[in-house]
T-cell receptor, first 114, second 112 residues
């Protein structure tokens, strides 16, 4: 099935560093979401973006909805060990007959060294 | 505030057997989605319910798969005659209209 192009695939960083990851699509989405998944658990919602150009923060996390509606990025500032996990972007098209299903990226595996 | 609940968390079965998973969404959510996630990949959409009506099905949902949401509350996903390729994490998500989807912790299916 279709998936978004998410990069990088993995990141190894030192505690305290900033992190940036992004997601691109050949299709336009009306909503972009970022989720975090830890082993054995389901994805947990981090940030939802609803308008092109929107910049939204949630604590140390900042995400932007690209102006073309075909991309989004997520930044994590001052990383800490509990930021470890897999981060997924997801696009949602509420138009037509899609009924809001999500299309996910392949994920970015984040490892933080203390 | 209870989240999305899925049962069982793990299922190990022999090839050819039938399996059924259950999802209990967040109580006020009328939208329910099933996704499948294989190792190293993001979740992929399987099917969508609005209340009790199944309104969208992915091509991933072969004839061996069936899902129901009989009273518009909990949902079940059944796989008949399981195959090796069915091994995956099956995730359920729910939402209200205009709100983001919240996921359960999934059922991990292993086919021997």
């Amino acid at each position: 099935g279709q998936q978004l192009n998410q990069s990088p695939q993995s990141m190894f960083i030192q505690e305290g560093e900033d992190v940036s990851m992004n997601c691109t699509s050949s299709s336009i989405f009306n909503t972009w979401l970022w989720y975090k998944q830890e082993p054995g658990e389901g994805p947990v919602l981090l940030i939802a973006l609803y308008k092109a150009g929107e910049l939204t923060s949630n604590g140390r996390l900042t995400a932007q909805f690209g102006i073309t509606r075909k991309d989004s990025f997520l930044n994590i500032s001052a990383s800490i060990p509990s930021d470890v996990g897999i981060y997924f972007c997801a696009g949602q098209d509420a138009g037509g007959t899609s009924y809001g299903k999500l299309t996910f990226g392949q994920g970015t595996i984040l490892t933080v060294h203390p | 505030d209870t989240g999305v609940s899925q049962d069982p968390r793990h299922k190990i079965t022999k090839r050819g057997q039938n399996v059924t998973f259950r999802c209990d969404p967040i109580s006020e959510h009328n939208r329910l989605y099933w996704y499948r996630q294989t190792l190293g990949q993001g979740p992929e959409f399987l099917t969508y319910f609005q209340n009790e009506a199944q309104l969208e099905k992915s091509r991933l949902l072969s004839d061996r798969f069936s899902a129901e949401r009989p009273k518009g509350s909990f949902s079940t996903l059944e796989i008949q005659r399981t195959e090796q390729g069915d091994s995956a994490m099956y995730l359920c998500a729910s939402s209200s209209q205009g709100q983001p989807q919240h996921f359960g912790d999934g059922t991990r299916l292993s086919i021997l």
